[in-house]
């Protein structure tokens, strides 16, 4: 059974940082994209950050510079560093495995912003 296990959410005030972790099973980790979505509240769930098998990241305008997502293959692990945060990150962030043959996600975990 593939799963996909978020940690790391919370609550942090604006400007602080948060870390997410995503550990995934171990049939799928090396062989997927990783990313990381979020969702607000009345919102469409949206791309925060992508790494491919290889190593290459993508970021929209919205975070970049502020957001950095790796890999740990040897841990099935993903992580997101998320820094400067800002009250508009707000949302669930869901973790994602991608490839040609599956598309798995993860239960999401909340990441507050506020004073």
């Known amino acids: 059974q593939v799963q996909l296990v978020e940690s790391g959410g919370g609550l942090v005030q604006p400007g602080g940082s948060l870390r997410l972790s995503c550990a995934a099973s171990?049939?799928?980790?090396?062989?997927?994209?990783m990313g990381w979505y979020r969702q607000a509240p009345g919102k469409q769930r949206e791309l925060v950050a992508v790494?491919?098998?290889?190593?290459?990241?993508d970021y929209p305008d919205s975070v970049k510079g502020r957001f950095t997502i790796s890999r740990d293959n040897a841990k099935n692990t993903v992580y997101l560093q998320m820094n400067s945060l800002k009250p508009e990150d707000t949302a669930v962030y869901y973790c994602?495995?991608?490839?040609?043959?599956?598309?798995?996600w993860g239960q999401g975990t909340q990441v507050t912003v506020s004073s």
């Open positions: 171990m049939s799928i980790f090396s062989r997927s994209a």
């Open positions: 790494i491919t098998r290889g190593g290459n990241t």
């Open positions: 994602n495995a991608k490839s040609s043959r599956w598309d798995y």
